[in-house]
C-alpha cells in the first residue's frame, strides 16, 4: 500500500528557512514523479515543485530561486529546501506522487494545482509570521 508522509512544518518567522521531508513506500511505478503543492486557507491548492525520476524539475513562478526540490533515493525521501520564507508561503503543504512526468506534464501539474497524482500525504503546515 502507498504511503507518504510530510515533515519538517513549523511557524517561522519573514525571511526564515525550512527543509520539508517526505518518506515515500509502497508505490508500485519504479519511476514516479514527485512534486510538492500547497494550499492556503480558502484558497485552491497550487503546485510549487514537480521532479521526475531523473530528476529534471520545474518550479511554480513564485517559488522560483528559493525553493529546492530533491529525492534521496536510497531514503525513499523527497524533499523541499526552503529559503526566504515569505508570508504568502504560508499554507499546508503536500507531497504526491503520480506516473513519469516529461516537462510538459510538469507544467501541467503544477498548473492544476496537483491534480493527475494519485497519491498523496496528510500534508505539513508551515505558518510564516510577519
Known amino acids: 500500500q502507498v504511503q507518504l508522509a510530510e515533515y519538517g512544518g513549523g511557524s517561522v518567522q519573514t525571511g526564515g528557512a525550512l527543509t520539508l521531508a517526505c518518506v515515500v513506500s509502497?508505490?508500485?511505478?519504479?519511476?514516479?514523479?514527485m512534486g510538492w503543492f500547497r494550499q492556503a486557507p480558502g484558497q485552491a491548492r497550487e503546485g510549487v515543485a514537480v521532479i521526475d525520476s531523473d530528476g529534471s524539475t520545474t518550479y511554480a513562478d513564485p517559488v522560483k530561486g528559493r525553493f529546492a526540490i530533491s529525492q534521496d533515493n536510497t531514503k525513499n525521501t523527497l524533499y523541499l529546501k526552503i529559503d526566504t520564507l515569505q508570508p504568502e508561503d504560508t499554507g499546508m503543504y503536500y507531497c504526491?506522487?503520480?506516473?513519469?512526468?516529461?516537462?510538459?506534464?510538469?507544467?501541467?501539474?503544477?498548473?492544476?494545482?496537483?491534480?493527475?497524482?494519485?497519491?498523496w500525504g496528510t500534508g505539513t503546515l508551515v505558518n510564516i509570521s510577519s
Open positions: 504526491a506522487a503520480g506516473p513519469s512526468c516529461n516537462s510538459r506534464r510538469r507544467w501541467a501539474l503544477l498548473k492544476r494545482g496537483g491534480t493527475g497524482m494519485d497519491s
Open positions: 509502497g508505490y508500485a511505478d519504479s519511476s514516479p514523479c
